[in-house]
């Protein structure tokens, strides 16, 4: 055991699984046994492992130049390339991109961002920002005020209130809806209940709606039928800005380039990171349009200084391999492979609705989950987490990584690169990790009659 303190681990429960090499769609453990990737690390080697393109072009930077910041007018050609990529490809008008290293640390830039654009627009009242329950942002002490998920925030004495962080329900129809409730009544249920936050706080003190287009560690959760239609029409009559994350969704995963595009979502902010590198350099980005642009950098001017910045942002070897890795999507028709793939998936996980722990199999292009149930037809849920737990270790002994989310979800976000046959293998091995865990719950007893 180390002297390392884990992230997102039980501090007893260490060091279980040490991978020590990856290729395509398969990393090796310490012992040399393979594993199909089944959630592209945390949701973001798209491209798979060893790539040896990224790999030159990070080489190839680092000989060029290792290292340069952005502050005070410095910059350098590998930022700005980036930059004015991104710039061209996401659903908004004239956006402006601030690069960092982590999908946290470009929501907690978008956080400031929002401020300083209400105050330089003379509105710094209108600061507080609407999240969802079971949403995923990040974790640094802004981005885990906007999470909705209880450990991020036990015993963390996070600043939710003094930050203006609001709560509505989730998009979670399989667990939060009513009995014989239809997903578009769902989803009108939820705009009005956003409504009434709204009407209650005060319209004029609330910046922006914060969503992940499909909620990703919170149990990938796929918005029921005319969920954003609702949620748009409540936002746009109040003022109210979309604030897209991006960090899972984009690049590929939902079968097109963003989730804004796929689902319609019009932000006006977006938070990218994860596939935006396919994993191999940390990276980020935050972005505005160029509405909310031009006051920001009116009062930076004023000032002298946008006082904002990390000592990564932009970091050279980061952005080259960011721009490689939007070329390689460019070229070898990446987002197109990841809708057919995801298609494909998508099919061939349904059978596995029938399993009798399976209460639901939810997903969109490549990314998908599992819901484990003790009873399928009340839907009653497995107390606490242990039968996912069991999943999740059942499936990596057939070879296949996945991660239990939750609620007992068994959450699935191969890389995009994966082919049909390995598509098969992947849902051959998670049914071989169902059967051994449905062994575990009837000897345990856990079933319901």
């Known amino acids: 055991m180390t002297q390392m303190i884990y992230p997102t681990t039980d501090p007893a ?16 453990d310490d012992t040399g046994k393979q594993y199909l990737e089944g959630l592209s690390g945390l949701w973001c080697t798209s491209l798979g492992y060893g790539n040896e393109e990224l790999v030159e072009t990070a080489a190839a930077q680092m000989r060029k130049l290792t ?19 991104l710039a ?27 401020r300083y654009y209400f105050s330089a627009i003379g509105q710094p009242g209108r600061y507080k920002i ?31 209130e003094a930050l203006g962080v609001l709560r509505t329900g989730s998009a979670h129809f399989y667990r939060d809806g009513l009995p014989g409730e239809s997903e ?5 249920r ?8 709204i009407q209650a706080q005060g319209a004029d003190s609330i910046a922006a709606f914060i969503a992940e287009p499909v909620s990703g560690a919170g149990g990938v959760i796929v918005p029921p039928a005319g969920y954003y239609n609702e949620i748009r029409a409540v936002l746009d009559r109040h003022g109210i800005l979309f604030w897209d994350d991006e960090v899972i969704c984009g690049f590929g995963r939902l079968g097109s380039d963003f989730g804004a595009t796929a689902l319609d979502l019009q932000p006006s902010m977006m938070a990218l990171a994860k596939g935006l590198s396919s994993a191999y350099m940390p990276i980020s980005a935050a972005l505005i349009d160029g509405q909310m642009y031009e006051p920001v950098a009116q009062l930076g001017a004023e000032m002298g200084v946008f006082g904002h910045g990390y000592t990564y942002s932009g970091h050279p070897v980061a952005c080259a391999v960011a721009s490689k890795v939007l070329e390689i999507y460019r070229r070898d028709d990446i987002f197109a492979h990841a809708a057919a793939m995801g298609r494909y998936l998508q ?51 057939a ?6 989310l939750g609620g007992n979800s068994i959450a699935l976000c191969p890389p995009l690169i994966i082919t049909r046959p390995q598509v098969d293998e992947l849902v051959d091995k998670l049914a071989a990790g169902l059967d051994q865990t449905l062994a575990h719950v009837k000897r345990e007893n856990l079933l319901s009659d």
Do not use: W
């Not at 996401?90 to 400031?112: E, W, Y």
């Not at 578009?184 to 009108?188: Q, T």
């Not at 070879?399 to 239990?404: F, K, S, T, Y």
């Open 13 to 28: 429960f260490t060091e279980q699984l040490v991978i020590e090499r990856g290729e395509g769609v398969y990393v090796y």
């Open 67 to 85: 290292y340069s910041h952005l502050f005070g007018g410095k910059t350098h050609p590998a930022a700005m390339q980036l930059a004015d990529e």
């Open 88 to 114: 061209a490809m996401v659903p908004m008008a004239d956006a402006r991109v601030f690069l960092g290293s982590s999908g946290s640390d470009a929501n907690d830039t978008l956080v400031k961002l929002l």
């Open 130 to 160: 609407i999240a969802r329950d079971r949403a995923y942002h990040g974790v640094t002490v802004a981005a885990a005020s906007l999470t909705g998920l209880p450990a991020n925030h036990a015993h963390f004495g996070l600043p939710a």
């Open 184 to 188: 578009e009544a769902f989803s009108r």
């Open 190 to 197: 939820r705009a009005d209940e956003l409504e009434a936050l």
């Open 347 to 397: 099919d061939s996980l349904q059978p596995l609705c029938e399993h009798p722990l399976v209460g639901e199999v939810r997903g969109m292009g490549m990314i998908a989950a599992l819901e484990l149930v003790a009873c399928k037809e009340t839907r009653r849920p497995f107390a606490g987490n242990s039968v996912g737990a069991f999943c999740q270790r059942a499936c990596q002994d």
């Open 399 to 404: 070879g296949l990584i996945v991660r239990a």
